[in-house]
């Protein structure tokens, strides 16, 4: 998780906090890899470090007048998957994003889907991603880098940046390893002091809150 200036990690148990490295602001979304590494998205472009902590390696810089978010590496583990806007404050700039696959090894970039954003890929063989206040998906080949076929509706009312220019475009949902989907439902969602004072919590299936033993943020 970000706080500040530093990316950090914690056990779900709890315990303390440990920095893994300093972060230029904004982040733009995170992943954590198989081979435990940990990408992200900043001003400059895609970062890589270890989750044992270090510094952080230029890994996708960006274009002239590019915003990235979202890292994910793909299952052949020199491809990744994020997002890219050339959008302005202006426009629904995460909405207009493109879906893109970059290989580390020789830099070439793959759109494989344009209109959305947060996307992500999932055992399934699916690429899921966000658009509106809705979440999609479409059968994904990573090895073709290809989407096949159209997207299929799966949820709908999912809660989204109310300011696409001060955020990242997240679709705020997960894809467990097994499968199951997570996601925010609920009204656009402001920046501001009261996001700075949440917390995390695991919620059962019956809807029982119990908070994890993390500092709010």
Request: glycine share 12%; hydrophobic share 40%.
């Amino acid at each position: 998780y970000f706080v500040g200036p530093q990316l950090r990690r914690i056990a779900i148990t709890g315990g303390t906090p440990v920095v893994i490295c300093a972060v230029e602001a904004p982040p733009f979304g995170a992943s954590w890899a198989p081979d435990d590494t940990i990408l992200f998205g900043v001003r400059k472009g895609i970062m890589r470090v270890s989750a044992n902590g270090g510094s952080p390696e230029l890994v996708v810089p960006v274009k002239e007048g590019e915003l990235v978010s979202g890292p994910q590496l793909l299952p052949d583990g020199e491809s990744v998957l994020f997002t890219v806007t050339t959008g302005t404050s202006a426009q629904p700039m995460w909405d207009t994003a493109q879906i893109v696959v970059q290989s580390l090894k020789t830099g070439e970039r793959t759109i494989v889907w344009k209109g959305g954003s947060d996307g992500r890929y999932v055992s399934t063989g699916h690429l899921v991603y966000a658009a509106g206040d809705a979440l999609f998906a479409v059968a994904f080949d990573p090895s073709r880098r290809e989407v096949v076929g159209g997207p299929v509706s799966l949820v709908q009312g999912l809660a989204r940046p109310q300011n696409q220019a001060a955020s990242d475009g997240t679709g705020n949902y997960a894809v467990s390893a097994t499968g199951t989907l997570v996601y925010l439902t609920g009204a656009r969602l402001g920046i501001g002091p009261a996001m700075a004072r949440a917390a995390l919590v695991w919620v059962s299936r019956e809807g029982r809150e119990a908070p994890l033993p993390a500092p709010p943020r």
